[in-house]
């Protein structure tokens, strides 16, 4: 008697919902991210001039990781998300803590309503962008799987590589 390995599709199929949903939660954090700071930028421009410029900067590069995960997002994408996150994240606690040079004003104001919420929103970047790339790798590794196990049992392999 021979046994028959089957493709777990429903797990190749669980794998791929799991990563449009990192995908999608990934997209509303830079989008949180862009906003918050689109928020806080005329101020910020007003008082110190160069972050303003960085905010600007950090906004557009916000943008543009939402529109390659929307149209063809590739693992590197997610870890410039975390990147992103994590590098505006740092800013806030340099900002909070040392200060910025012509920006002190902000020393020990941990609790501010919107500085609050931006280090939510970035961490919970970080945390599904990070997620998304994990499931990145499961999902092609098992819809890999499944067209060897095809192959094994039909002597044809069809996959598609982007």
């Known amino acids: 008697m021979q046994s ?7 797990f190749t199929s669980n794998h791929i919902n799991q990563l449009t949903a990192r ?8 989008a ?12 910020k421009f007003a008082e110190t001039p160069y ?6 900067g950090m ?9 390659r995960i929307v149209r063809n997002a590739k693992p590197i994408d997610f870890l410039a998300a975390a990147g992103l996150g994590a590098s505006v994240l740092a800013g806030f606690v340099i900002n909070r803590s040392v200060g910025m040079p012509g920006a002190m004003g902000d020393i020990g104001n941990w609790f501010e309503p919107l500085g609050f919420l931006s280090m939510f929103v970035e961490g919970f970047t970080i945390w599904q962008s990070l997620a998304a790339f ?3 790798g499961k999902a092609k590794d098992h819809a890999l799987s499944a067209e060897l196990v095809e ?6 392999l069809n ?4």
């Open 51 to 56: 972050l303003g410029v960085a905010y600007v």
């Open 4 to 10: 028959q390995i089957q493709p777990n599709h429903r």
């Open 32 to 43: 949180g991210i862009a906003a918050i700071h689109l928020m806080d930028l005329p101020g």
């Open 134 to 136: 994990k499931a990145f």
């Open 151 to 156: 192959l094994t049992h039909t002597g044809t």
């Open 59 to 67: 906004i557009a590069a916000a943008v543009v990781l939402i529109e």
């Open 159 to 162: 996959l598609q590589f982007n």
């Open 23 to 30: 995908k999608f939660a990934t997209i509303v954090g830079l």
